[in-house]
């Protein structure tokens, strides 16, 4: 498996080069007790990592600082250093202390009847009666496949079962990971779906959002001027027509990716931060009242899963870059 940096905001096609080999190191997993179910909560029977897992992957971790990784197989967002691509050998499934884990799916490529029923077996009853409030069958089946990859990604990182998976809401909608010890305690992510794809980023105790997009969903003058900050729409208008429809949908995942990993809904307004565009290194905001943030701790990453679709991701740090990896997920293939 090989990986390279990307993230930046030009468009490049990224090749396949050198490779070099490290290895992530994470805590021990939980055991589950005779009956294969978690215990209750506050009862503790998970292993805690041990003082030199922690040290090592930190080690480690440090080593990737502000390195973004993205599956070579697709094209890549950004300059990629080609002489100093990275490989990692070690469990997918393994969250370093400081990383980001972006998985993306095509929903058309769920088509085995036998993964498609365990996606509906392992929904809660919630999920079904949501699930079936839709008209259209493809809307039922994006759900289906929405769900099943989100409870099927968690309880791997949890160590729970998927149908385990207990999700909890804020005042604004945002949803969590009910507590279920040790293993979940911290673990974050956000969902995002569009028509013919949804991405899913996980990370440990950092606010995180994603937003993807589809190129050729409708759009409109309105749309920029009710939701795009003066600075945005003075962009937009200063490009050749031809290219404002993809600069449209760069602020659009960018705002939106933001307003999600904040999990404040609309209560922030779209109009009062900025989304800026550099051609050599990475997004970067500006906040005006009354949203009163710290630009320095947001770390932004764009990528696109296909000439098809735009994708976002917006990430609060604590001093040096996260290392973000973005895979897709192989349904295929039950150890991806």
Known sequence: MSWVNAGLADRR??????????RIVAGSPFTHPPGGRPPARGVRRWERPSARSVSMARTFDRRLAARIVCDIRLS??????????LSVEASLFDLPLDAVHVWYLFTDRVTDPQVLERYANMMSTEERVRRD??????????????????????SRYARIRPEECVFVMNRYGKPSLHYWGSATAGLEFNVSHTNGLVAIAITSGREVGIDVEELARAHSDLDVRRFFSTAEVRALEALPPTEQRSRFFDY????????????????????????????????????????DDDTSTWQFVQFEPSPRYRMALAIRRRGTDLTVRIKEFDVKDETA
């Not at 096609?13 to 490290?22: D, F, I, L, Q, T």
């Not at 933001?258 to 905001?285: E, Q, V, W």
């Open 13 to 22: 096609p990224v090749s396949n080069g050198a490779r070099r080999k490290g």
């Open 76 to 85: 890549c967002v950004g300059d990629a250093n080609m002489d100093n691509p």
């Open 133 to 154: 409030r839709f008209i259209f069958p493809k809307d039922r089946y994006q759900f289906l496949v929405t769900r099943g990859l989100l409870r099927t990604l968690l």
């Open 252 to 291: 659009w995942t960018l705002k939106e990716a933001y307003i999600k990993a904040r999990g404040m809904g609309l209560s922030l307004p779209l109009d009062r931060f900025s989304m800026h565009l550099h051609r050599n290194r990475r997004p970067t905001i500006e906040f005006a009242p009354p949203i």
